[in-house]
């Protein structure tokens, strides 16, 4: 089970007891750290965040209500995570800092996220903002960053700007040379709807230097406020969002603003391809912050369940209302296993990482959204907003909202799946796949390899390993099957969507466009190859447990998925989603069933 933040004080959490649980998970209070234990990171922040979250606490349902009123920063809970040193983390190990798997990043962001989404977005930009010089890998640059971060620096990421949007090609803040032995450079124009800019120490600036533009008419910037005349920059206003109110959403206009020839990011004309590198990374963050905030609804929703009656009769007994919970928990197991396999994948498959990252950033944050609605359609006649007088659900509705938008919309990720269609659809077609890497990113217990920034590439050679390997998986579950070790059921199900699968693949093939003329139908095959993505991924991780007597979760998964694709299912084989909801509905207050204990070592 995940352990989620409780916002009331008592006793600590128990374990779990659905017939899908699968962890015990204790969030009990202690003093904050000076420093993150290096052994187990995950579980001193989940204690230091459930101390926080008491009354008085920066991190107590009141103070986070108070600020999302006022449309104030979270200063002091920001302030309590780098006294973690949570910010150590968002720098690889090579350049001084603790990073070293990208899985755990993911985790600690996940669970600053299920406490408080702007909170997660505000600090967790410093990691996002400073990937592109982590992967251009100029040792002593990334030195001096990664001293900074480690010292409390903030760091932000300029791309957009206000005319422009996502279109990183038309962009007009340039940057021209200085001549002299000295060189340099003088930047000029304005960023906007940017996160943490003003209150940034550094900024990563995406920039034009040459003025005909194109891919290599651009280049990247690490601009560092400290070291700029009076004057040089102005910070623009605040801009009003829908969620994530507090946070620093806001621009910046550079001012012919001279900056030192070091400040140059790898080489000139390479920052396109540097920035679309680094969203490969940059987009598991935001998958993390949408986990997150699907464990946090789950959980509310869960408590409010429990309590609330309908006509006399609890709403945990109603039939209707434990299907659709059981769905809602079925989205949240193949989102999760979806941004495992994606994070995994940094390592072990980096030269998939376009197609891998496009498919998580499209998928999780869509997925969660969906969930958050089903549950807000399902409850919210029965009170479900009103039941808190914090107003934690409807909170957590608007500030979701946002991370969608991060790092490339669903629309734009789907866009860049739609650009490989041919190669994946080949890929599939002839079974290309990385066999070793699949499996390293499938099995949890499995090493991971040192991540190689030089690995990754705009375009995968390989296709979708996890995808490609979808039929040999299904072959597997059929001899489990006839060897008694598994369900028929299950097996049907596999099947299903090896079938959609390599229909899916045959769509793709057949699909052709120009550029910048993409017909709606690719944007539907997209969500499908999402959809086979995540449940591919949830089989094979199943299939990589010692264990695979519980496979009620799997059987959700796969029904979820089958549905949302459009193919039929059983109604006898919808009774596993019942069983996923007993496992929310019985579990302690504070958690929600998750794959993510495996990696902890607590899964039973």
Not at 42 to 64: D, H, I, Y
Not at 171 to 200: F, M, Q, S, Y
Not at 385 to 394: I, K, T, Y
Not at 583 to 604: C, F
Request: charged share 20%; net charge negative.
């Amino acid at each position: 089970m995940t352990t989620t933040t409780p916002h009331t004080t008592g006793t600590p959490d128990g374990p779990a007891t659905g017939p899908q649980a699968t962890a015990t998970a204790t969030a009990t209070s202690r003093p904050a750290p000076d420093s993150a234990p290096d052994s187990a990171p995950v579980p001193a922040l989940a204690r230091l965040l459930t101390e926080l979250a008491a009354p008085g606490k920066p991190f107590s349902a009141q103070a986070l209500a108070d600020l999302d009123e006022r449309e104030a920063f979270p200063t002091e809970a920001c302030r309590a995570l780098d006294t973690f040193g949570l910010p150590r983390y968002y720098v690889p190990a090579e350049h001084g800092g603790a990073l070293d798997d990208f899985g755990l990043v993911m985790r600690l962001l996940r669970a600053v996220s299920r406490a408080d989404l702007t909170v997660a977005a505000a600090h967790g930009k410093t990691y996002l903002g400073a990937v592109s010089t982590w992967i251009v890998g100029d040792p002593d640059g990334a030195a001096r960053l990664g001293r900074r971060i480690s010292d409390g620096a903030v760091v932000s990421c300029a791309l957009t700007e206000r005319h422009h949007g996502s279109d990183l090609l038309a962009g007009d803040v340039a940057a021209h040379p200085v001549a002299g032995d000295a060189g340099g450079w003088r930047l000029t124009g304005e960023k906007w709807l940017i996160n943490n800019i003003t209150r940034a120490d550094l900024v990563t600036v995406l920039a034009r230097t040459d003025p005909a533009g194109g891919p290599r008419g651009f280049s990247l910037f690490l601009v560092d406020k400290s070291r700029l005349a009076h004057g040089a920059l102005t910070p623009l206003p605040k801009v009003p969002t829908y969620g994530i109110r507090g946070a620093d959403i806001s621009g910046m206009t550079f001012h012919d603003t001279f900056l030192t020839s070091d400040a140059l990011i790898g080489e000139v004309g390479q920052g396109i391809e540097i920035i679309l590198k680094a969203l490969h990374l940059t987009r598991t963050g935001c998958v993390a912050m949408s986990l997150g905030a699907g464990d946090h609804a789950l959980d509310l929703a869960a408590r409010f369940v429990a309590d609330a009656h309908d006509d006399g009769v609890p709403l945990a007994e109603l039939p209707y209302v434990r299907r659709e919970m059981g769905e809602a928990v079925a989205g949240l197991l193949l989102a999760e296993a979806t941004g495992l396999v994606a994070v995994r994948s940094v390592h072990a498959l980096t030269g998939e990482m376009s197609v891998v990252s496009a498919v998580a950033k499209a998928y999780v944050p869509a997925q969660v959204d969906d969930l958050v609605a089903r549950l807000l359609h399902t409850l919210g006649p029965y009170g479900l907003l009103d039941a808190d007088p914090h107003g934690r659900f409807a909170k957590l509705e608007r500030d979701h909202r946002i991370i969608g938008i991060f790092d490339g919309s669903s629309l734009v990720n789907r866009n860049a799946l739609v650009d490989q269609f041919a190669r994946l659809a080949r890929g599939y077609r002839k079974g290309r796949r990385d066999e070793e890497g699949l499996a390293e990113a499938t099995d949890v217990h499995a090493p991971l390899r040192p991540f190689r920034p030089q690995a990754l590439s705009l375009l995968s050679g390989t296709g979708a390993s996890v995808v490609t390997g979808l039929p040999a998986a299904v072959d597997r579950v059929h001899d489990l099957a006839a060897s008694g070790a598994v369900s028929d059921r299950l097996a049907a199900l596999a099947e299903r969507l090896r079938q959609a699968a390599d229909r899916l693949h045959e769509d793709m093939a057949a699909v052709r466009f120009s550029p910048r003329a993409v017909p709606g139908h690719a944007f539907e095959l997209a969500e499908r190859f999402e959809l086979c993505f995540a449940a591919a991924a949830a089989l094979q991780l199943w299939l990589h447990r010692a264990d695979r007597s519980r496979e009620a979760w799997l059987r959700g998964c796969l029904v979820k998925a089958l549905t949302d694709l459009g193919e039929p299912v059983e109604e006898t084989d919808r009774d596993a989603l019942d069983t996923l909801a007993d496992a929310l509905l019985s579990a302690a207050p504070g958690t929600v069933p998750s794959l993510l204990d495996a990696l902890e070592g607590t899964a039973r």
